[in-house]
């Protein structure tokens, strides 16, 4: 397959409409002058797999992936990353020059690196973490907290069954605490994350005990509708470093936006200001 002289990439989703992530393409492909479109693609379930696999042929070199496609990619993939396989699901695609379907996630390196550049004094063995759900964004949290040598993770979920399920794929690093407990565990953490859509806009908020948070922990939430959630609001007047989640939107983004367009991308907050319009 050889490579168009405007390549195209875009985001896939049923909904994709609401996406931030043309917005984001937009602003590098314009800041670093390069050739290219990036694009939503609404696809109904119906027309998935047929119109997946057209997307090279009209000149797309990748796309990302969004609900309820994550999981569905990684069947019609030719080549699944090793994170991608144990987190579950895919949010980066690649078609190659060789007419291969590369399938990657993203998702757990975006919000490591979000954490540094938000968090500069992080470290990842300081101590244990504490996270709230056990959904794909926890696993791909999750990953990526191991991976950077935190020393337990605790994983806390409204139904315990899925928590134990992360324990089963994630090993003995991880400990599972009930619910009704979150608050305690929280109290001896040097990193809090909230993975769950409690908190989000149009949802309910977050019903977790924060008393235990102290200053020094740094505290993020990956709802990034609003920017400030409860949680991170009652950890700013506690006294703790907090990391919103676009940052996590934003650096995610990356490795795709190089692979497709053939130049790193840098996140600052001009980025940041294109995405929040």
Sequence with gaps: MTTPSIPLAGVIGWPASHSRSPALHGHWLRKYGLPGHYVPLEIAP?????????????????????????????????????????????????????????????????????????????????????????????????????????????????????????????????QVVDWVQAGNAIEDATTVVNTTSLGMVGKPELRVPLDGLRPGTVVSDIVYTPLETQLLRVAAEQGCTCVDGLGMLLHQAVPGFERWFGQRPEVDEATRAAVLG
């Design 46 to 174: 119906e027309n998935f797999e047929a119109a997946f696999r057209m997307l090279p042929a009209l000149g797309f070199v990748g796309a990302n992936v969004t609900i309820p496609y994550k999981e569905t990619v990684m069947e019609l993939a030719d080549q699944v990353s090793d994170r991608a396989t144990l987190i579950g699901a895919a949010n980066t695609i690649t078609f190659g020059r060789d007419g291969r379907i590369h399938a990657d996630n993203t998702d757990g390196y975006g919000f490591i690196e979000n954490l540094r550049q938000l968090a500069p004094d992080w470290r990842a063995e300081a101590g244990p973490a504490m996270v709230f759900g056990a959904g794909g964004a926890a696993r791909a949290v999750l990953s990526s907290l191991l991976n950077a040598g935190v020393p337990e993770v605790r994983v806390s979920n409204r139904t315990r069954p899925r928590a134990e399920k992360l324990r089963a794929d994630f090993g003995n690093r991880v």
